[in-house]
């Protein structure tokens, strides 16, 4: 069996999916099998898969979309690896020792059950914003919480983990049920962070591990972020601090 298990998921993205799976070909750590689920692409996604002949890359391919959270799950439960890493089609791992230091961190640590790290900004941002740097290359960095502590005082106030930065415990995450679908299709890895969280620590790497995309959300899918934030942190708030607050930057944020 392999050690880690990549997870990634795309639609209509396949000059993307390219770079994505060229930055995995490039990592040092090389124990692993790539499950790429293909949701229903119209473009040439299925043609560019089929020309990989590398046996660690299992693919799955839906006639029509099922949608993320689904996706992510079954990709979850098609993994064998003990860690399973995530990097979602239009982000790239830029630091090739990704896996390997992530591997050796939970190998050492076997109290934690996910990790995370920083993420090079792929957008027109002009300033500067919170838990933000500039590297010496001028990049924007965005960076999380480093220590379980810190990462757990603020678990409600936002997502503390980048999604195309984490490994996790692949039996961990299936014992809390993994990818659960719920109305809608937001935030469906920030409720899977939120219950792992209860079985053990989290950390976060202080280093950009992933070139990532800011999505151009529209207001109404902002919004529906925020309502299903607000759910989730009211079914976690017996688990993390701050409920309270976190209930009213929400509510605020939703009627600006």
């Known amino acids: 069996m392999p050690k880690v298990s990549i997870n990634i998921l795309t639609k209509n993205r396949s000059e993307l999916l390219k770079k994505a799976l060229l930055s995995v070909s490039k990592q040092s750590f090389q124990d692993f099998e790539v499950i ?12 560019i898969l089929q020309g990989y002949k590398d ?21 979850l439960l098609a993994s064998s690896g003990e860690y399973v890493a995530i990097l979602d089609d239009d982000d790239q791992w830029i630091d090739p ?9 939970l190998d050492k640590n076997k109290e934690c059950v996910l990790v ?27 960076l999380r919480p480093e220590s379980g502590q810190q990462i757990r005082q603020t678990m409600l106030l936002r997502n503390n983990f980048f999604t195309s930065t984490v490994m ?3 039996q961990e995450a299936i014992k809390v049920g993994g990818f659960l679908s719920d109305e809608d299709d937001f935030g469906e ?7 792992m969280g209860k079985m053990g620590k989290m950390h976060n790497f202080q280093e950009a591990f992933t070139a990532y995309r800011v999505p151009d959300y529209n207001k109404e899918k902002f919004k529906g972020f925020l309502k299903k934030q607000l ?14 607050l976190a209930v009213f930057i929400l509510k605020f944020r939703l009627f600006l």
């Open 36 to 47: 790429v689920i293909n949701d229903g692409s119209s473009d040439e996604t299925d043609q």
């Open 55 to 75: 046996t660690r890359i299992q693919i799955i391919t839906h006639t029509e979309s099922i949608g993320i959270t689904k996706s992510r799950q079954e990709a």
């Open 97 to 105: 020792e990704k896996l390997k230091k992530q591997v050796e961190y």
């Open 116 to 142: 995370g790290g920083g993420v090079e900004l792929i957008s027109n941002v002009k300033f500067l914003i919170s838990n933000q740097i500039k590297n010496p290359n001028g990049k924007n960095i965005r």
């Open 168 to 170: 996790f415990r692949r």
């Open 189 to 195: 890895d920030y409720d899977l962070w939120l219950r």
């Open 231 to 244: 759910r989730l942190i009211k079914r976690n708030k017996s688990v993390y601090p701050l409920y309270y």
